[in-house]
């Protein structure tokens, strides 16, 4: 045998060893690999701290953070914001419990229902040591549409003639509950009523909130204290 077969045969093996290897997929995978690593390297040099793009990028985060850029205004709101929510957070809980007292009490003003002789009664017993007499006023005056306006006041005396200068003027509808009202010139409805109620007043209201049904039984009514 010759000494150059054995080199032949080598390199004809080498030569379909690479031939198989160089396939189409083989070298667009290699050269999508190279072409990665080249592009990596090189955006990695563009944004190296010390390259022009670099300090571009430093010089707009700096910008961008420059307290007097800041808005006042808006970090006022913010601030207010911030402030409101830890307020809340801590006075939530005492008005929550102040409610429900509030609630409470309510309740127990405004019963389910209650007669008008009741009513007069409560409003006659500030007046028990006035000697004898009428102390209170009590009107009512019906319609045809089955509803009723009731006039009351705690502190004085007044003729029908007289009723709208009652403190209290009530239009109780079919129902028996209190559908309007004036109290002592305030509508019951409006919400620009400020200030604290007592009294009658505060009965009223509490009857118009929880809907209590007012019987209106005028026959009963007493406005007079002492004996005649």
Known sequence: MSTTEPLSNMSSIISAAVAAKMTPEFIEDQVDKRVEKLVVEAVDGALRSYSDIGQLIKKSVEEALRVDRLDLPTYGNVVAAMVKAQIEACVAPVIAGRLSEDVAELLQLAPATIKLSQIADAMRKRHEDDGYGDVITVIVERNEYGSAWVYLDEDAVHAERDKYR?????????????????LREHDIKSSKHFGSSYGLEQTLRAYFACGTIIEIDEHAVSTSVGDY
Do not use: E, Y
């Open 166 to 182: 009652c403190d209290f003027r009530l239009l109780i509808g079919g129902d028996g509950k209190i559908s309007s009202a004036t």
